[in-house]
């Protein structure tokens, strides 16, 4: 969970940092951007979430082999999508800036944005794969110092490029670049000490093993399922960024405030999925329901308790949250009439992302992409147009929000309920 909230600080110091300026279209810029990249990025969040189970069922079948396979495999497809975006980023950028629609001030800085930070694309995927694969070996140390250096690492270089080389939006996607690359570095170290740890070694049939594609076929197979549940999510944030921008530039930095708080709920939230898909995923590679049913037992009370502390945080404290995040008057009094959204998503959030983590570590892939076709296209895009219809305006796009949180909650639910009614991950039990 630790590791996890430090996850948005990138976005949220990004967004403190040129919220502060006088130019209002420096935030539009950087929340366009982000929003991205974000986007961009986590459409490839497979190569986290399908190592994590994968590793964490090789783990309970004490296969050393294939969990080194697993980390090395993971890496060398992230370097390689990364190298692929930025050989075409040209239409990329120009696809995505065209869906956000930024108004004619915002759009020429959250180009120069895109065009520097998608330089990263190699290290931030190579570095969900070493992420995902931490997880599956349940060390969260690893990640936790991961994300610290990177955040660091951003601060530090996001200061300097705005307050000290007067610059602004790029200075901020170069800060990113550049922490990016140093916390992959920092990455690869700490999974080689990993490896000794579990005294697992580079042999000649490991090594060959990465030449072949039939050695990628698991890990494919689990990805195409995530990629297409991704997509929807992307799809939903690109909507939704787009019908704010569409609102005006004041509408489009204040979601892009509150974003931020959604960002931190996902984050901290996730980090107890992320414990589920390496625990779970350890109990079906061992055949045994009963650590099964108890890890998930224990994870989603725990959870519950951190909801509703975030709750209480943003209650009390979320107008001081967004004074930080801006200066600028306008943007913060319309942050303020969107907050009451903000503070109740933790609890309505917190059963998809628990979820989520119960399905990819049994790598039960294909109803999770399921549930979000269903979230998505019968409930999120519904609520949107009839609350349009009814002209609530922004508050229809975070009701719209909230629905599809409630409705991946019940659809996963319903299917968790049915599997183990099933007997569908337990062939035996210990």
Request: charged share 10%; net charge neutral.
């Amino acid at each position: 969970m630790l590791s996890n909230i430090t996850t948005p600080l990138l976005g949220l110091v990004d967004t403190a940092v040129v919220g502060h300026l006088a130019n209002e279209s420096h935030l539009g810029a950087v929340a366009i951007g982000a929003s991205i990249f974000s986007l961009v990025f986590w459409a490839f969040g497979f190569l986290r979430m399908g190592s994590t189970g994968l590793t964490a069922q090789a783990l309970g079948r004490k296969d050393e082999q294939r969990v080194l396979e697993l980390l090395l495999q993971s890496v060398l497809l992230g370097i390689l999508i990364g190298l692929l975006l930025i050989l075409f980023k040209e239409p990329i950028i120009d696809v995505m800036l065209w869906m956000m629609s930024p108004s004619a001030q915002v759009e020429p800085w959250a180009r120069l944005y895109c065009e520097v930070r998608i330089l990263s694309a190699p290290a931030v995927l190579a570095g969900y794969a070493v992420v995902g694969w931490f997880y599956g070996v349940q060390n969260a140390r690893g990640p936790l110092w991961i994300m610290l250096l990177i955040n660091v690492v951003n601060m530090v270089l996001d200061y300097y490029a705005v307050y000290h080389l007067d610059m602004a939006s790029d200075g901020v996607a170069w800060a990113t670049v550049i922490s990016q690359y140093t916390g992959l570095a920092l990455a690869l170290y700490l999974a080689s000490k990993q490896l000794k740890k579990l005294n697992i070694n580079l042999s000649a049939q490991v090594a060959k093993s990465l030449l072949k594609f039939s050695e990628y076929i698991a890990l494919i197979q689990v990805n195409r399922y995530l990629f297409v549940r991704t997509i929807l999510l992307l799809t939903v944030g690109i909507f939704f960024t787009a019908q704010g921008s569409a609102q005006g530039d004041n509408i489009l930095a204040a979601n892009a405030v509150l974003l931020t708080f959604l960002m931190i709920i996902s984050n901290a939230l996730d980090g107890f999925a992320f414990s589920v898909e390496a625990l779970c995923g350890e109990a079906i590679g061992q055949k045994d329901r009963t650590q099964f049913e108890k890890v998930v037992l224990l994870s989603s009370v725990w959870a519950l308790i951190a909801a509703v502390g975030l709750v209480l945080i943003f209650w009390l404290f979320g107008n001081q949250i967004v004074s930080l995040l801006t200066s600028i008057e306008s943007v913060k009094s319309i942050a303020a009439i969107y907050l009451p959204w903000l503070v109740i998503f933790p609890l309505l959030g917190i059963w998809s992302f628990m979820l989520d983590g119960v399905f990819i570590g049994a790598t039960e892939v294909k109803q999770m992409q399921d549930a979000m076709i269903v979230s998505v296209v019968l409930v999120f895009f519904p609520c949107w147009y009839i609350t349009q219809q009814l002209g609530m305006g922004n508050h229809g796009l975070w009701f719209s929000q909230a629905a599809l949180f409630v409705a991946r909650g019940i659809s996963m639910y319903w299917l968790y309920r049915r599997n183990l009614a099933q007997g569908k991950w337990f062939s035996k039990v210990n």
